[in-house]
């Protein structure tokens, strides 16, 4: 089970940027039941922003977010995304996407079985 973040990048406060974690499953490894999307600022926790089940059903963690990111999943591409709207500077973080393989999504991150790479966000006041 592998995952590939894509998307990270500068961007001026109130911009947008849409986040992509390519999900691959090969061999006789078990698929996975939800991707999680959480990120972590410097000198700060990791922090768990969003979940998407298989099915497309999410839920948000983060109430800093609510209403701005969007998480979605394009099951034939095997990709979820995050769309982030109206960023705001304190949502400069490292995103990560991260596989469950326990059904149902969690926002403790220790229950999430293989994880992205990372992709860095900036928010330019």
């Known amino acids: 089970l592998q995952l590939v973040e894509s998307g990270g990048g500068l961007v001026q406060s109130g911009g947008s940027l849409r986040l992509s974690c390519a999900v691959s499953?090969?061999?006789?490894?078990?698929?996975?039941?939800?991707i999680g999307w959480f990120r972590q600022a410097p000198g700060k926790e990791r922090e768990g922003v969003q979940c998407?089940?298989?099915?497309?059903?999410?839920?948000n963690y983060a109430d800093s977010v609510k209403g701005r990111f969007t998480s979605s999943i394009d099951s034939a591409k095997n990709t979820v995304y995050l769309q982030m709207n109206s960023l705001k500077p304190e949502d400069t973080a490292v995103y990560y996407c991260?596989?469950?393989?326990?059904?149902?999504?969690?926002?403790?991150?220790?229950?999430?079985?293989?994880w992205g790479q990372g992709t860095q966000v900036t928010v330019a006041s």
């Open positions: 991260a596989a469950r393989r326990i059904p149902g999504c969690s926002v403790s991150a220790s229950t999430y079985a293989a």
């Open positions: 499953v090969s061999g006789f490894r078990r698929d996975y039941s939800a």
């Open positions: 998407i089940g298989k099915s497309g059903g999410s839920i």
